[in-house]
């Protein structure tokens, strides 16, 4: 049985395993899941996958594990892959900046593309002071981005790592959710060059923009 990896296309948090995956020349069964639509939001999908209603899944035979993260670890197990770093104190820096990444940045994103993007799309009111917090924790994390990618290529030692996929998942919605990483010259050059390097992470994004440009047209909704 394949391995399935179920989820949204539009999904910032998808194209961290999809892109994973590629690297790691694991195929894997890609099984939609339509959030516009509450699709993960059923009962069955919420008894069987993830209770919390959230994609992306994987299910690898009997083994159902949710949240990015954790499946890009298990993928990467799966092979030996190097995304998880080649030392021992590489592997312990890649998992702190995926920490970090959780705690300290894509949280604060997501608030941030919940406000201005998911309540335009429902037709609700932005609450501007969550906003305005959301956007000074992004400031402050993006600060210390800048800080530790000033001459570095990478986020950990000499090559791409799942630290680097973690922390450059909310790329995925800068322009529809207006984040302020253009502030951050050193963020900007090392996000350029993931593009540029990996065209996996490139094939990624134009799947992931043309979900959200399709879905935004098919609600008449411009940002």
Request: net charge negative; no cysteine.
């Amino acid at each position: 049985m394949a391995i399935r990896i179920y989820g949204d296309a539009g999904s910032g948090s998808l194209r961290r395993v999809t892109t994973a995956a590629k690297l790691m020349g694991i195929e894997v069964e890609r099984v939609n899941v339509d959030l516009f639509k509450g699709e993960s939001q059923t009962d069955e999908f919420k008894s069987r996958l993830n209770p919390h209603g959230l994609t992306p899944v994987l299910e690898d035979g009997d083994t159902i594990l949710w949240e990015a993260s954790a499946i890009n670890l298990y993928l990467a197990n799966k092979v030996n892959s190097p995304l998880v770093g080649i030392t021992q104190e590489e592997r312990f820096q890649v998992l702190q900046w995926m920490f970090w990444s959780g705690e300290q940045w894509r949280t604060f994103t997501t608030t941030m593309f919940d406000e201005r993007v998911g309540k335009t799309v429902m037709g609700m009111a932005k609450n501007d002071s969550l906003i305005e917090f959301a956007e000074g924790k992004i400031r402050a994390a993006a600060k210390v981005l800048d800080q530790h990618l000033k001459g570095r290529k990478f986020m950990v030692g000499d090559a791409l790592t799942l630290a680097d996929i973690d922390i450059a998942a909310p790329f995925s919605q800068i322009d529809r959710a207006r984040f302020p990483f253009g502030e951050y010259p050193n963020l900007m050059a090392w996000h350029d060059n993931l593009l540029r390097s990996f065209p996996a992470w490139a094939e990624t994004k134009a799947e992931l923009d043309n979900r959200m440009e399709r879905f935004l047209a098919s609600v008449g909704v411009k940002l």
